[in-house]
């Protein structure tokens, strides 16, 4: 079993729509929960990240933790075009590591 | 946001030659520096971490001695993939941490397409 486990997609979505994006892990241990975003051939940057269990919101993007059953979300409100890209959940282990998951690719048609 | 500069952003390569993948950070200190690897469509590998001054430390089934990765100063980490074959294509990405801290200030190089032909 991977420690963290991401449907790949693709998922495609009309403009405006609601996005759900979700993993689920093994570790309990984990602590900090990362979501990055990967467009075409460029390097991960950090959309948000939440401590522990509970929601964080940043705009129209809203991160949750449900650390009693193992599951991170990230929705994405009045999706756009330019929100098309791959998004990674990246739990981070107690030594500072990054755990990646597969990473699910979104596009957001006009 | 802080900035990552990873070189070259692609190279093309004979079977049995060394490539050399710089990662520079711009406007901070970095003590530790990670170094990824990505197949197409699948996720981020961890390959080795590395701390400015001391040895790297490799993950499971990476070839520390096909993989050299010196992080001389705290801002420059390189990775030298050496006599490549074309299984070693793929996408490398560094990772810089502020040695400032904070769980969110490590950022990401763009990347390096290795193509190994």
């Known amino acids: 079993q991977k420690e963290v486990e991401q449907d790949p997609g693709p998922l495609s979505v009309p403009e405006g729509a609601i996005v759900s994006l979700n993993c689920t892990y093994s570790n309990s241990a984990f602590q900090y929960f990362m979501w990055y975003r990967q467009y075409s051939r460029k390097g991960p940057e950090l959309l948000m990240y939440?401590?522990?269990?509970g929601n964080k919101e940043d705009g129209r993007f809203t991160a949750q933790v449900d650390k009693s059953s193992k599951y991170i979300s990230l929705f994405i409100r009045d999706s756009q075009p330019s929100d098309s890209a791959t998004y990674l959940c990246?739990?981070?282990?107690?030594?500072?590591?990054?755990?990646f998951g597969q990473g699910t690719e979104l596009s957001v048609k006009p | 946001g802080a900035v990552v500069s990873q070189h070259p952003s692609r190279v093309i390569c004979k079977s049995g030659t060394s490539v050399k993948i710089e990662c520079r950070s711009l406007d901070f200190q970095a003590t530790t520096m990670f170094w990824y690897r990505q197949f197409p469509k699948q996720s981020l590998m961890l390959m080795a971490t590395?701390?400015?001054?001391?040895?790297?430390?490799?993950e499971q089934g990476v070839e520390k001695d096909k993989f050299l990765i010196n992080h001389a100063s705290l801002t420059l980490s390189t990775l030298t993939v050496t006599s490549a074959h074309p299984e070693d294509s793929s996408f490398y990405i560094c990772?810089?941490?502020?040695?400032?801290?904070?769980?969110?200030?490590?950022?990401f190089g763009q990347g390096t397409r290795l193509t190994v032909v």
């Open positions: 590395s701390n400015e001054g001391s040895k790297a430390t490799y």
């Open positions: 990772s810089a941490r502020d040695q400032r801290g904070g769980v969110h200030r490590a950022f």
């Open positions: 939440t401590y522990s269990s």
């Open positions: 990246a739990p981070r282990d107690q030594g500072g590591k990054l755990i």
